[in-house]
């Protein structure tokens, strides 16, 4: 059985930092691209962070760029997130998920559970 399982996240006040780590349990991702998405109360699952398998290139969207850090260890722990200068609009539940890349959550094959992220005030 294949799995992510994201951890890290928790109560944060804004500015903080936290880091959250995406471990996988049935097969080896290490040919996926890995992506980060979050989904607050009331919206659609959107875009955080991607990393490619073949050169480590990295994306993110202009509400993350220069705050948070995607990072990959192609072993046992594939993805990690890595974010700071958090603000409240940030709060969200936070998926890893592996597949061919790109901004669209639609496009990825596995998914994680989640994990929240509330950063307060």
């Known amino acids: 059985q294949v799995q992510l399982v994201e951890s890290g996240g928790g109560l944060v006040q804004a500015g903080g930092s936290l880091r959250l780590s995406c471990a996988a349990s049935g097969r080896t991702f290490s040919s996926y691209a890995m992506g980060w998405f979050r989904q607050a109360p009331g919206k659609e699952r959107g875009f955080v962070a991607t990393?490619?398998?073949?050169?480590?290139?990295?994306d993110y969207p202009d509400s993350v760029k220069g705050r948070f850090t995607i990072s990959r260890d192609n072993a046992k722990n594939p993805v990690y997130l890595q974010m700071n200068s958090l603000k409240p609009e940030d709060t969200a539940v936070y998926y890893c998920a592996a597949g061919v890349g790109g901004r669209v959550p639609e496009i990825y094959d596995y998914w994680g559970q989640g994990t929240q992220v509330i950063v307060s005030s």
């Open positions: 990393i490619s398998w073949s050169d480590g290139s990295t």
